[in-house]
């Protein structure tokens, strides 16, 4: 009999090969393909509402306010302006901080500045007073899908949009809300407050509950979007052997 061979540690007679991480090179592609078609859906966007933005451009360039910050496409046209500063807003938070819990210093800045840049616009929108503001008391609709009929694609688009840069980044930047549920519950929370504050600024506006239930179904097709960019706890790295149990007397 051989009594040379050794036996083995425990819990590695048959340890599977670790998976292999697919290569960067294969990845590049799915990201470009991925940037090229938000690059031509922007452009597209802007494409189809250049003579909204551009009615409102001498005015906004004037530094007017009515006409400007006080209207829709005002609004808007200012977002726009003010894109290239927000990236360089997150080029620099970027640099200034360390990575935390395993997600890249540029991503966590991203999805910060795109949190503010995506969703200020529009509450700002949805905050404007209307003619009677301060005169015509509060008005509320709690009958579900009734105003939905009355929104008109363009409002059903808008109302979709309020919280959909908070549904994308937020997962991206909180572990603790990279779930749809969450995120469901956030984006309401969030639209119950501004639909509250309208009843209660008395900016003759309709606190309607379509409106929060088209805001959260905004966030969490939004988060959907984004969801393989969620931050999740780091698994262990695959592969790695076990330590052998201590042997006992």
């Known amino acids: ?60 360039m004037a530094g007017r306010w009515h006409g400007c910050y006080d209207t829709f496409n005002g609004v808007v046209l200012m977002t726009l302006v003010t894109l290239p500063l927000a990236v360089l807003v997150a080029w620099v938070l970027a640099r200034l901080r360390p990575a935390r819990g395993g997600l890249p210093a540029w991503r966590m800045s991203l999805a910060e500045v795109g949190m503010v840049h995506g969703t200020v616009p529009f509450l700002w929108l949805t905050m404007m007073p209307g003619a009677g503001a301060g005169v015509v008391p509060g008005r509320v609709s709690l009958v579900p899908l009734r105003d939905l009929v009355t929104m008109g694609p363009l409002g059903t688009v808008g109302n979709l949009l309020v919280f959909a840069a908070l549904g994308f980044f937020a997962p991206i930047r909180f572990e603790a809300l990279a779930s749809a549920p969450r995120v469901l519950a956030l984006g309401a929370a969030c639209s119950v407050l501004v639909e509250t504050a309208q009843y209660v600024l008395r900016l003759d506006r309709v606190s309607s509950v379509d409106d929060v239930l088209v805001n959260a179904t905004g966030a969490v097709l939004a988060a ?26």
Do not use: I, Q
């Open 1 to 60: 009999m051989n009594h040379d061979a050794s036996p083995s540690a425990p819990g590695l007679e048959h340890a599977p090969p670790a998976p292999a991480p697919l290569p960067a090179p294969l990845r590049r592609p799915r990201t470009m393909v991925l940037a090229a078609l938000v690059v031509l859906a922007l452009a597209g966007g802007l494409f189809l509402m250049r003579r909204m933005l551009l009615m409102s451009a001498p005015r906004c």
């Open 224 to 249: 959907l979007a984004s969801r393989r960019w969620w931050r999740t706890t780091a698994p262990a790295a695959p592969g790695r052997p076990r330590p052998a149990p201590a042997p006992t007397a």
